[in-house]
């Protein structure tokens, strides 16, 4: 496997407006057909424009961007890469694609100074920086991340041509859905509710979707495509139909230095997509920066916010309801899989144990981080909470018997624990979880759709 460009990326550097269209005869081969063979008949027409070459510059002053003649040969290869075809088979689709002149900044993104440091170390909690999953050999770079946006927008890479995975992760709803079961290619639904991606980057457990079945985000990001509701596709056709658009080849060598396209290469660039989707903006950040520790009073909060911090982050000994022991520090994640006491019994989604077969682990799930969390209604793994007043009632009056809850929320005489709370309290709670909300990560366009509608 070829390493991406980390400290000196490749560069899209050529502003262009990029119109493809690529036609594929539908194999309708899904993940369990495996058997099945796949014929892409494609065709692409292409009008490019290319703008004048730019670098970018990483917080060391480093040029991230790669030297001006780099950029000049993608500039090369865009504009003079392109054939005209005759489709064949059904209807082309059509891929109007528009990226920035300047790549955006995806690599070494500046963090808060209290991502760096845990200054509470409750429940084993150290700083937010220390639990990032980013393996060595698939650090984030512009180019690779800039891929990886392509990539998670082009509904050409389903078997139909009908969903991306942006459907199911869109940035208004905190990368997640707001209907409590996705829409898979061809109108199914999917097994469980779509999970928000904020801060994947920041999990320490490196395993991903609620029951952690795939060992890192490298893995899981190409599940959903060989999903048989989800996407329908196999990876022989999934790379079949990449290899098809004109749009990728110079977007992979801008990546991994030459335009060679496999779904290695695709799992390596969304992974980087996806973990570059980090919140540092919230209106708890800007409280956060202003104080030495996250239980003092923000002076930029209300009253309320103020008493819903407090009920949230703090010990009971100083006032919280322990909602912190599990959505911990800067980065608000879980530190593993755990039952929040939806059902007593786990037997209709077993969770983290159908992939272990263990007991302690049957009703499981893993948790995605808080940030955003107001953004991302319906709520839990199955999508049965509508709003964010129905999860918190749960945690103060509904948690069930589940024989693997874990303090706070353990049995004690047969009985769950409740967090007991007021109608103030409940509110206050909610108040405080709106902090999270960060609209200038969830708007920036640098995480926004580059196909043109």
């Not at 692409?44 to 004048?52: K, N, P, Y």
């Not at 389903?158 to 869109?170: E, G, I």
């Not at 037997?347 to 302690?360: I, L």
Request: charged share 25%; aromatic share 8%; with cysteine.
């Amino acid at each position: 496997m070829k390493t991406p460009h980390s400290v000196k990326t490749l560069a899209l550097v050529a502003a262009f407006t990029l119109v493809a269209t690529a036609g594929c005869s539908a194999d309708g081969a899904r993940e369990n057909n495996t058997d099945a063979q796949s014929t892409m008949d494609s065709a692409a027409t292409a009008d490019m424009s290319v703008g004048e070459d730019g670098t970018e510059q990483n917080d060391t002053g480093q040029d991230d961007a790669g030297q001006d003649d780099a950029g000049q040969d993608v500039a090369t290869e865009l504009d003079g890469g392109v054939t005209d075809a005759t489709t064949v088979g059904e209807e082309p689709y059509d891929a109007k694609l528009k990226l920035p002149q300047t790549m955006f900044a995806y690599a070494n993104q500046p963090l808060p100074a209290h991502f760096k440091t845990e200054t509470m170390g409750m429940h084993g909690q150290t700083a937010l920086v220390d639990d990032d999953n980013t393996p060595a050999h698939n650090p984030i770079t512009n180019a690779g991340a800039t891929l990886g946006r392509v990539l998670f927008y082009d509904k050409n890479l389903s078997q139909n041509r009908t969903v991306a995975c942006a459907s199911c992760h869109k940035p208004e709803f905190g990368f997640s859905d707001d209907r409590v079961l996705s829409k898979g290619f061809d109108g199914g639904d999917t097994a469980r509710h779509s999970m928000g991606l904020t801060q994947a980057r920041y999990y320490r457990v490196k395993r991903f979707f609620w029951d952690q079945r795939a060992a890192t985000l490298e893995d899981q990001v190409l599940m959903p495509f060989q999903d048989p509701v989800e996407m329908g596709m196999t990876l022989k056709t999934l790379a079949a139909r990449a290899n098809a658009a004109k749009y990728y080849p110079a977007l992979f060598k801008a990546a991994f230095g030459d335009p060679k396209i496999t779904t290695e290469r695709m799992s390596l660039a969304l992974a980087q997509f996806v973990r570059s989707m980090v919140s540092t903006g919230s209106k708890y950040d800007e409280g956060r920066a202003k104080v030495t520790s996250r239980s003092a009073d923000f002076p930029n909060f209300t009253a309320e916010e103020n008493l819903g911090k407090k009920l949230f982050v703090n010990p009971p000994t100083m006032g919280g309801k322990r909602c912190f022991t599990c959505h911990g520090g800067e980065g608000f994640v879980t530190m593993k899989a755990t039952t929040n006491g939806l059902d007593a019994d786990a037997s209709k989604d077993k969770g983290y144990g159908e992939v272990t077969g263990q007991q302690s682990d049957m009703g499981t799930f893993k948790a995605p981080s808080l940030r955003n969390v107001a953004l991302r209604a319906p709520y839990m793994h199955d999508g049965r909470f509508k709003d964010l007043a129905a999860v918190i009632d749960h945690y103060s009056s509904g948690i069930q018997p589940n024989p693997n809850l874990a303090p706070p929320l353990f049995i004690s005489n047969g009985k769950a624990t409740q967090l007991t709370m007021t109608a103030t309290e409940k509110k206050a709670i909610i108040a405080f979880l709106k902090t999270l909300t960060d609209i200038k990560m969830t708007q920036d366009p640098k995480f926004s759709d580059p196909f043109v509608k």
